[in-house]
């Protein structure tokens, strides 16, 4: 495993103490490298959820009025079981 050297304040290594002083985190690096996982999922999360966004600016406006989408929703809903 690489090493990083990074800088911080006083009070944010302290903050970072404390987290490890909490007992959730083993060691100052566990806590680092959980924060970067958290940040990778999100990004991954915010990526999925602009995708989803673009295809549905480009799949246009639809031709159901909001009855029938809610409609269709609770048709769906009940057929998978979950209403």
């Given amino acids: 495993?690489?090493?990083m050297s990074i800088s911080l304040?006083?009070?944010l290594r302290n903050f970072i103490?404390?987290?490890v002083t909490s007992g959730e985190y083993h060691n100052e690096s566990e806590y680092i490298r959980d924060l970067v996982r958290r940040d990778r999922e999100k990004l991954s999360?915010?990526?999925q959820l602009l995708n989803m966004l673009r295809h549905s600016r480009?799949?246009?406006i639809?031709?159901?009025?909001l009855p029938e989408?809610?409609?269709?929703?609770?048709e769906?809903?009940?057929k998978d079981g979950n209403l």
């Fill in 58 to 60: 480009e799949s246009g």
């Fill in 1 to 3: 495993m690489t090493s």
């Fill in 69 to 74: 989408i809610m409609k269709n929703v609770k």
């Fill in 9 to 11: 304040s006083n009070h």
């Fill in 17 to 19: 103490k404390s987290r």
């Fill in 76 to 78: 769906r809903l009940r």
């Fill in 62 to 65: 639809s031709d159901y009025d």
């Fill in 45 to 47: 999360e915010e990526q």
